[in-house]
């Protein structure tokens, strides 16, 4: 064992320390070990020291898991937002240009510019109506994206 003298070096070591039988079992351990293996001193006494190697491996497999979990848990997140950019993109991209059909046959309906024979009328009239269906099936589709709080494009100064 250790004697009165190296005692505050054993007890205070950053590293684990552990005092080993020369028929290979574990005799003590300071702290460190302790807090490495998980165990008290007193729990480890007497146990062979392959129990302590296994003990490390399983450690080692276990931190290689989580870290390989942690790594995949942020790729997933990128793509998470990755794709949540995209539908907001998409969604303004295609809802821009359908609001604009839908405001200039409204303007043309109300006979703004001047007069519209029947079939003119008819024909916007179905613009319309098509453009706001299909605005409407965007909004369903990519919708919930944009009332995410991400936004895609930097804010301007004015904003």
């Not at 320390?17 to 165990?39: K, T």
Request: aromatic residues 4%; negative net charge; glycine residues 4%.
């Amino acid at each position: 064992m250790t004697s009165n003298l190296t005692e505050p070096l054993w007890d205070h070591h950053p590293d684990a320390l552990i005092a080993i039988s020369p028929d290979g079992l574990l005799m003590r351990c300071n702290p460190a070990a302790e807090a490495m293996f998980g165990r008290t001193d007193m729990e480890l006494q007497g146990q062979p020291v392959q129990m302590l190697l296994a003990s490390l491996c399983d450690q080692n497999a276990h931190q290689r898991l989580e870290q390989a979990l942690h790594d995949k848990d942020a790729e997933l997140k990128n793509a998470a937002l990755a794709q949540e950019q995209l539908f907001i993109r998409l969604s303004h991209d295609l809802c821009n240009p359908l609001n604009s059909v839908i405001g200039f046959t409204g303007t043309l309906l109300m006979k703004l510019p001047g007069p519209l024979n029947p079939e003119q009328e008819n024909q916007l009239r179905i613009i319309q109506t098509s453009a706001r269906r299909m605005l409407t099936q965007i909004n369903t589709l990519l919708g919930p994206a944009e009332r995410e709080e991400t936004t895609p494009y930097p804010k301007r100064a004015e904003e």
